[in-house]
Each structure stands twice: as C-alpha cells, then as structure tokens.
C-alpha cells in the first residue's frame, strides 16, 4: 500500500504543480528521459515537456486538472497506471473555456528520491467548448486571472 500511496501522491503534485505552474516541482515529478503523448502531442523528454507547459499553460490560463478512480499495478520498481481525467482550461484573452476528460495511461520507475514518472499520456473520451460571452453574468476571480469578467 505504501507505493500504492507514494504513486497517487506523484500524480497528484503533477496536477497539482501544473494548475499552479510551479515550473520547478512539475520538472521534478519526471525522469529526464520521461517521455509524453497527450493525445497526440507527442513530447520525447522531460525537457520537451516541461518547456511546452511553461509555455502554453502559463500566465493568463486558468487551469484545473483532477484525477480519480486510479488502477495501480506495481512490479517492483516499476509501475503501470490508469487515471480516469477531468480538466478546464480558461483562456479569457479569447474568451473561451474547455472541459474534457480522458483517460491517463502513465508509467513510474522507482528512484533513489522516490517514484518518477517515466510516461505519461492520455486519450480524450471528449472535449467541450464555450464562448465565454454564451455564459450571461459569468464572473471569473481569483489568483492568475488578469481581469475580472
């Protein structure tokens, strides 16, 4: 039970890293040969990935990710997992917002600091989005908004 704990602990400090874009301890969740497939969007390492959300997920994004119903399976010092996702992303310089889920297939490896994600990846079920003007006396508030709708 114990790596079972250390496992939702690790993806929970990925999500929770993300959405609150401390660059740093996200880059720490990983291997640096970790490697990513968001549907799609491929990335080849830890380097790739990270400088991608930085990127594209920083300032002026508003983002929420959460994770349950995890199916863990430890083989020694490695592991295999299958998250069940739900996220938003607030883009209000477009005035646009997402709503999705999908399911994360995600690989760890056990280091000398702890279990480190060595893939991770996910596959839509479906994606949702809104203009924010559809959505009359919307108000959006809080740390990392720029203005306030």
């Known amino acids: 039970m114990t790596d079972y704990h250390d496992i939702c602990q690790l993806k929970y400090r990925y999500l929770r890293t993300l959405d609150t874009k401390d660059w740093d301890a996200f880059e720490a969740c990983f291997q640096p ?4 497939d968001y549907d799609g969007l491929v990335f080849e390492d830890r380097a790739a990935l990270v400088s991608y959300m930085r990127e594209n997920l920083g300032e002026g994004l508003i ?3 959460q994770v349950h119903h995890p199916e863990i399976t430890v083989d020694g010092d490695e592991a295999t997992a299958h ?5 938003r992303v607030i883009v209000e310089a477009f005035r646009l917002m997402l709503e999705g889920a999908a399911f994360y297939n995600d690989r760890y490896v056990r280091t000398p600091d ?15 989005s809104y203009d924010l003007a559809d959505l009359p006396g919307l108000k959006i508030n809080g740390p990392g908004v720029r203005t306030h709708s």
């Open 33 to 36: 040969d970790a490697t990513g």
């Open 63 to 65: 983002t929420l990710h």
């Open 83 to 87: 998250w069940y996702l739900e996220d």
């Open 114 to 128: 702890g279990w480190r994600v060595a893939h991770t990846g996910y596959r839509r079920t479906f994606e949702l």
